[in-house]
């Protein structure tokens, strides 16, 4: 059987593994970066934690006689990618981004795009009281310093350190329109700050904010590596197939 490594950490490498999973020929293994402390376990083999480095992706890729590679990682795992796409290309296996697309801005939005976290920080409006923070845990230092804000902030997992003013809610997408707007009345929400992940998951609260004329400082994707794309399932799926 040949085996195909996904890297994963998203729904859609979830739903990728469960579906790969049904091709007779194919041995899925699905790897999480181990950043969630209850993950939603993927259909087949997987393993936990990182690799070292795009060296150690290709040792691994070697030892376990991997013939694909799947990357459906978050948007934002710029590093993981880039180590992907090096390793693959070391090794000499067939290598697929699955990747979603961007939300576009569309007639009502009011975005403040900025490139960076650190960037979205400065960005935030000066008359923003109460910030709605929905960029994960792990990069909140920059707001640590704003002085009379007041944040919202929601994820998975408690971050480390806490946001020192504000609340903390503990939740998983997908997240509902009603839910969102309804967040945002409760909270009195004045600004947004959000990665641009893309997909269906978190995209209500960009809704919501149109609806309630809310601005948001949306962070944009960082470079990817060059290398094959696809933007859905079935289409990763398709590439699948034509290896075997």
Avoid: C
Avoid at 168 to 183: A, K, S, V
């Amino acid at each position: 059987m040949a085996k195909v490594l996904i890297l994963g950490g998203t729904g859609d490498a979830i739903a990728l593994a469960a579906q790969a999973s049904e091709i007779p020929a194919i041995e899925v293994i699905t790897s999480l970066a181990g950043r969630t402390l209850q993950p939603i376990a993927p259909l087949g083999d997987y393993r936990v934690g990182g690799f070292g480095g795009s060296a150690g992706l290709a040792t691994y890729l070697r030892d376990r006689s991997i013939d694909f590679l799947i990357d459906a990682t978050h948007p934002f795992a710029a590093q993981i990618s880039w180590n992907a796409g090096a390793a693959a290309i070391e090794v000499g296996i067939p290598h697929l981004i699955l990747v979603r697309p961007v939300w576009e801005k569309v007639e009502g939005d009011r975005w403040i795009e900025v490139e960076s976290i650190d960037a979205a920080a400065k960005a935030i409006p000066v008359k923003a009281r109460r910030v709605f923070l929905t960029i994960g845990r792990q990069q909140l230092a920059p707001f640590l310093g704003l002085k009379n804000v007041w944040f919202l902030m929601r994820s998975i997992d408690p971050p480390e350190p806490p946001i020192p003013n504000g609340k903390l809610l503990l939740d998983r997408g997908p997240f509902h329109l009603e839910q969102e707007r309804e967040l945002l009345r409760d909270y009195q929400v004045d600004a947004i700050v959000s990665k641009n992940s893309g997909g269906n998951a978190t995209y209500a609260k960009v809704i919501a904010a149109r609806e309630l004329e809310i601005p948001i400082v949306m962070v944009q994707r960082p470079a990817m590596p060059m290398g094959e794309k696809v933007s859905n399932i079935a289409d990763a799926l398709t590439w699948l197939q034509q290896q075997i």
